[in-house]
Every structure is written in C-alpha cells, then in structure tokens.
C-alpha cells in the first residue's frame, strides 16, 4: 500500500485584496506542489465582499478543482488584517476571561462602534498578547463558503503572523534566529502600515497604523511613514529590516531611503509582477509569504497563528531554549530551492491588592482591641483621618502635575494612580491623543522631573486615522517607584 501523503494547504485573501490565492506544500517531499490564484474583490475599508459569496465558492472550488485538491484536505485560511494590537492582559486572568477582556479593548475604538468584532490571540512575551479584531459579519460569510464546500479549517490567520512565519522558513532571518539577534519588519499595504521589533522568533512590540493611499500624495505618505517608523523603532539597536511591499503605489527603494534606516534593508515587493501565483511571466517569487507562512503553519510553531477558528486555545511563549528546535530539516530541500527565488476608566486608589488585604486585616485587630474603650473617636481620627488627608495630598498634587505639563493640543481620557499606604511604591498608568507625536517626548520628561520617581514613564504612541484626519493615541505607564 502506499504512503499517504501529507500535504499542507493555505488558502490566502492576498493582501492588496484582489486575489484568493492557493498553496499547497507537500511535507513528505519537502517541496511546495501548487501556487495559484484566482481573482475577487473585497472593500478595503470593511472588509465586505464587493464580489458577491457565490463567486467566492466558485472561485475557491475552481482552485480546488483545477489544482486536483480533494475538498476534505485541511486547510489554513490567511486574512489580511482589519485591526491587530498588542495588549498587557490583567494578573492572574483566567483562560476563559481573556476573548472577553480582548472584545471589550477592540470595542473601546471607533472602528467597532457600530461592527461586532471576532477576536483571534497569541501569546508573545510576559503577560502580552497579540490579537486581531474582525468584523464578524464578513468572517461568517467566508467561513460559510468553506463550510458549504466542506473545506475544513484547521486555522484562521491574519497576514502579519503569517508573513513572520514565512521569513523564519524561508531563512531570511536565520543569522538572527540563530544568534538571537533583534531584527524589524515593515510591512506596507494601500490600506495600513504595520512594524514590529523581533528577537529571534519573538514578537517584542507591534504597530498598525491605518494609510489612506488612494488621497494622499505619494511624498506626505511617505513623510507619514517615516515619522511612524522613527517614532515606533526609536533608539533600537536592529541587525535588519525587511521591508514587504504590498503596496501597488509607493516604490520599496525609495521609501527604504526615506526611512532613514542606518542597516541592511530586505526588500520583498508582492504585486503582479513579481508573484507568479498572480501569473507574472517573468516571476520573482512564486507566491506572497502570506501563503508561505499559512501553509506552514504547523512547521514554524514558534510563530503561532493569531487563531480566529478557536481563539480560546491559546499558545504560550517559546522561550529562547526552544529556538534550537526549529525544524528546518522537516521544511527540507524543496524549501531551500525556493528561498532562491526570494529576493481604564480614571481610578484613583491608594492601595494595591496586597495592601488592600494588609490594611483590612489591621482594621479587623484594631477594631478588635479598641471595642471597649471609650477613646475610639480619638484613635480613629488618628488613624484614619490623618493617614487618609495625607494619601489624598499626594494624589492630588501627581493629577496637578499630570495636568499642568500637558502639551497644547494634547488630551488625557484616563489617569490610574495605585500606591502603597505609605507611598513607598507608586504606579501610573495615563492614556489620552494628541494632535502631534512630537511633544509627548518633552511631556514624558517633564513629568518624570517633577515627579522625581526611580523609574520613569515609558511612552508607547499609536497613529489613528479616523474622517481622514490623523492623530495620535498614547499610553503612559511606569514600573513600581520609589516615593518621591
């Protein structure tokens, strides 16, 4: 009898949102067997099928079909991101706490006003998640496709971690796997930017930011751009950045040049005439990395999906130990054959939880041992009214400086300020927009230098578009502190 064999498959919303596009790559032989696509248009802003569900079966049965794919093979659907963030879940959440908690953040923005968001999520490092948000109402009407054909869907992706994967398989940051070596990715669309720090295979912090291509200049979206880079990347020390071009507009040379980035710069243009999954005669690349990465989904575990199919389940972090496992062999020589074709609400509180059980637990003993005495008034008053009269003191005087260093055309939605009874530790946490990126620097070192504290402010700035007018949303936090 013979062996069955085991084959991988992708199929992949490509990311300019033109193309369903197919991959199939055979694990026992090592070597991607099929690249194909097949056109369909979706809106970029909502996600909506342009073209209607009817094609997009017939579209996908025709790639089965012609492809001699049986319809029961598994199957990795790659999406082209709507809404991904990275986020600090709460201490101590439980499992099934977490797709509610994530619901709850997307909601918070103005996108999923009126849209029920569907959540995917992965861990990445320490108590961060990466999620994505996607409009529910589209995602049914794809899965019913699938489901109508009965295709299975062993996984939901989004573009972003499917494109991490295909990089680690295809070896283009095998130096810095290796050698644990900090490395970025910019990846352009006509509809949004999105950057990320990596060391290794871990996903250190991200940014999407929304780019309205069809109206704007060429040289503005490019200034845009580079001001998103230099404030997202910073004083990072990288190894390489590679850029993925998605984009049908803006030229990769180019726009490498106009970041400014002082490093080796890998460029993967994806369009129709470098994709010969897009039927380029003269194809750089066989198909996008999207594809790659969906279609090796199960060889490049280190890179988990960001999971729509059952978001419940999720990953843990790899830790560094782990890297050594990497499967390269599984991915074996077909793979190496093709990389050459490669290129909170404001809460003022004075206690933490801890303190919180220490404080009740001395009430109880104090109230205990002063029952039968006729100075309870007295002791209470000292106790209580004076502690609690110093405690507002300093909080008050941490919202007057927050408020008096604000910048102009600046504005805070939450303030959270938790300290210790004695104020030994102090831990802020301020979120608010700004017109401009540029003076939330000169604000974080005001306050730190008014508030004299041991550790200081770390800045984490996100670029918004909303009406077409572009802004700035920010968080402010800092690790416990010393009193000041």
């Not at 342009?50 to 996908?60: C, G, P, Q, V, W």
């Not at 279609?295 to 782990?322: G, H, Q, S, W, Y």
Request: proline share 5%; glycine share 4%.
């Amino acid at each position: 009898m013979a062996k069955a064999k085991t084959a991988n498959l992708c199929i992949n919303i490509v990311a300019s949102l033109s193309h369903v596009e197919l991959l199939q790559y055979d694990a026992a032989k090592g070597a991607f067997e099929v690249t194909d696509s097949e056109e369909f248009m979706f809106d970029p802003a909502t996600r909506e099928l342009i073209d209607d569900e009817d094609r997009l079966k017939t579209n996908i049965k025709r790639l089965f079909e012609r492809n001699k794919i049986l319809f029961r093979t598994q199957t990795t659907l790659v999406l082209p991101s709507f809404f991904t963030r990275q986020y600090a879940l709460p201490e101590d959440v439980l499992a099934e706490d977490i797709k509610p908690i994530l619901i709850s953040e997307a909601e918070r923005f103005y996108i999923f006003k009126k849209v029920d968001p569907e959540i995917g999520y992965c861990a990445i490092k320490g108590d961060q998640v990466l999620y994505t948000a996607y409009p529910k109402m589209p995602l049914n009407l794809i899965h019913s496709v699938f489901n109508e054909l009965k295709i299975p869907l062993a996984s939901i992706d989004v573009n972003y971690t499917a494109i991490l994967r295909g990089l680690v398989a295809m070896g283009v940051v095998h130096q810095e796997i290796e050698n644990q070596l900090k490395w970025g990715i910019l990846v352009i669309s006509d509809f949004n930017v999105f950057m990320a720090v990596m060391e290794g295979t871990a996903i250190e912090k991200t940014l999407e930011t929304p780019v309205p291509m069809q109206n704007t200049d060429e040289e503005i979206l490019m200034s845009e751009i580079k001001e998103d880079f230099q404030q997202f990347f910073g004083l990072e020390i990288l190894s390489k950045m590679v850029l993925v071009n998605n984009s049908l507009k803006l030229y990769s040379p180019t726009l490498g040049d106009k970041i400014d980035f002082h490093g080796p710069i890998e460029f993967f243009d994806q369009n129709d005439g470098t994709l010969a999954s897009r039927g380029a005669k003269d194809a750089a690349f066989p198909c996008t990395l999207e594809a790659v990465g969906g279609a090796l989904v199960n060889m490049v575990p280190e890179i988990p999906p960001l999971e729509m199919c059952d978001p419940d389940n999720i990953e843990t972090f790899v830790d560094d130990k782990r890297l050594d496992t990497i499967a390269y062999g599984l991915i074996g020589v077909g793979v190496l054959l093709i990389a050459l074709w490669w290129g909170t609400s404001t809460l003022l509180s004075t206690f933490t939880k801890g303190e919180l059980q220490k404080s009740s637990t001395l009430q109880a003993s104090i109230s205990q041992t002063l029952s039968s005495l006729s100075i309870i008034p007295e002791v209470k008053q000292k106790l209580y009214v004076k502690e609690g009269t110093f405690q507002n003191d300093k909080v008050n005087n941490i919202i007057v400086e927050i408020f008096k260093a604000l910048p102009p055309d600046t504005w805070l939605k939450t303030v959270s300020i938790k300290a210790s009874s004695d104020f030994k530790t102090i831990s802020l946490d301020i979120a608010g927009g700004a017109v401009n990126a540029d003076p939330l620097n000169t604000y974080v070192k005001e306050l730190d230098a008014q508030l004299k504290a041991s550790e200081p402010l770390a800045p984490t700035v996100t670029p918004q578009q909303e009406n077409s007018h572009r802004f700035f949303e920010f968080t402010l936090t800092n690790a416990k502190q010393g009193a000041h």
